[in-house]
């Protein structure tokens, strides 16, 4: 863990929130090698390395529950498509909840991961992502036709243009404004997915139940946040105390 700024992760990028646990790993070995080269003193670096597991053994973690409404599958105008695509159409992915905390302190991670969002069997992947602010994001097509995705949505509006598989690299998108985005397949309507922009490092999604979990949140007040489409939020304000779980149900709205 970088000292004095824990990244929260979560225990299954399907089951529970996901996490960039992997950026915490990137910036700490940068900072000790940093330090090396400012101190030369292996003493320093010592010194980190004794104090990650006391600062790892004094954090907290929150579970939850965001209530996610009973949704029927709508059916897949399939027809419409009939002698134009070379593959089927999958089931849509389940809808998920956006979960993610904010406090003055906290910020997006310096250097925000590289995140893919396929497109597969005429759908996205995943019904929604949450990325830190600064996150690039890939967006292959692994179909044999033609995609084109885009989005109106305020924080970042884009449009990608016609692509297929064979496009090498895939196109990528810079999110470097906080906010919530709906995207679309200008070719394909029934395809939809959300990305929810964040400036903090703790954050995640639900599983399709609702459910969630975030771990190694350093004690403190934080505001708890989850959305789960533009008009549907929910807010909560909690405290993490050390080695304990700090457990919240959000009501129906």
Sequence with gaps: MIPFRAIGFCRSPHHAATSN???IQ???????????????????????????PRLLANTGSIQGQVPL?????????VEKYRGKISGQVA??????????????HLSAPAKPPVVTLPQTNYQFVRSLIVIPTGTTVLFPNNDSDY???????RPKRFDLGRYKKS??????????????LDLHCEIHDHM????????????????AK?????????????????????KTTWKQTIVVQKKATTRITFPKS
């Design 210 to 230: 609702g459910q969630f979990t975030l771990t190694n949140i350093p004690p403190g007040t934080y505001t708890l946040h989850a959305q789960l489409d533009r």
């Design 69 to 77: 409404p009973e949704t029927d599958e709508a059916a897949i105008p």
């Design 167 to 180: 496009e090498n690299p895939a196109p990528t998108v810079l999110f470097d404004k906080a906010g919530f």
């Design 26 to 52: 990137s910036e700490l070995v940068e900072k000790v090698v940093l330090r090396i080269h400012r101190t030369s003193s292996w003493f320093c670096v010592l010194a980190i390395c004794l104090c990650l």
């Design 192 to 207: 939809r997915a959300r990305i929810r922009v964040v400036d903090s490092p703790y954050f995640g999604t639900t599983d």
């Design 91 to 104: 089931t849509a992915p389940p809808l998920v909840a956006a979960v993610w905390l904010e406090a003055p």
């Design 147 to 153: 995609h084109n995705i885009y989005s109106l949505s």
């Design 21 to 23: 646990i992997s950026q």
